[in-house]
């Protein structure tokens, strides 16, 4: 057995210094703290709330638009879309493999106490950066986006490191 202070040398990723980390931490902190009021205000979670602005934005979508746009997996996105239409928030304009949903105008009324809190949140976490410095944070975060297919390309990581076994 190999002692803990052995395995002391191996490397380590300093959370510090490592970008995914404060990404993460952002993204889970700001979307709990916002999933646990609306849930506890209005009875929507994140998912529904994402779904609710997206709508807001892109007037109607289908599930597969949705699920392009927010990055979600497919049967959350349907679970939403069920829940959202359950509370008459969202229609669909029927059946089929090509229905699209929007919002009803109590959907509208949600997206506009989202927009007015979301802005809020998004100012105080901003707090202290100029103008400018928003411009080039959201560049910074587009390209990363951009990036996001080629960093999680394993086939083309796991090889070169030797980690294929």
């Given amino acids: 057995m190999t ?3 052995d395995r002391r040398q191996e490397p380590t990723i300093n959370r510090f210094n490592f970008v995914p ?5 952002l993204s889970n902190s700001f979307l709990w703290s916002q999933s646990r009021y609306f849930l506890h205000t209005y009875d929507l979670g994140v998912n529904e709330i994402r779904v609710i602005s997206v709508l807001a934005y892109s007037d109607e979508l289908s599930a597969t638009g949705l699920c392009d746009a927010l990055v979600m997996n497919k049967s959350i996105v349907s679970r939403t879309l069920a829940r959202l239409q359950e509370k008459e928030i969202i229609v669909t304009d029927g059946g089929g493999r090509n229905q699209t949903f929007r919002l009803t105008d109590l959907g509208y009324d949600f997206n506009a106490k989202i927009v007015k809190i979301s802005l809020a949140r998004e100012k105080r976490l901003l707090r202290g ?31 070169p490191l030797g980690l294929d076994d």
């Fill in 21 to 25: 980390h404060y990404l993460g931490v």
């Fill in 129 to 159: 950066l100029s103008d400018t410095d928003r411009v080039i944070l959201l560049g910074y975060m587009a390209k990363m986006v951009d990036n996001l297919d080629h960093a999680g390309n394993f086939a083309e990581i796991i090889p």
């Fill in 3 to 5: 002692a803990k202070n």
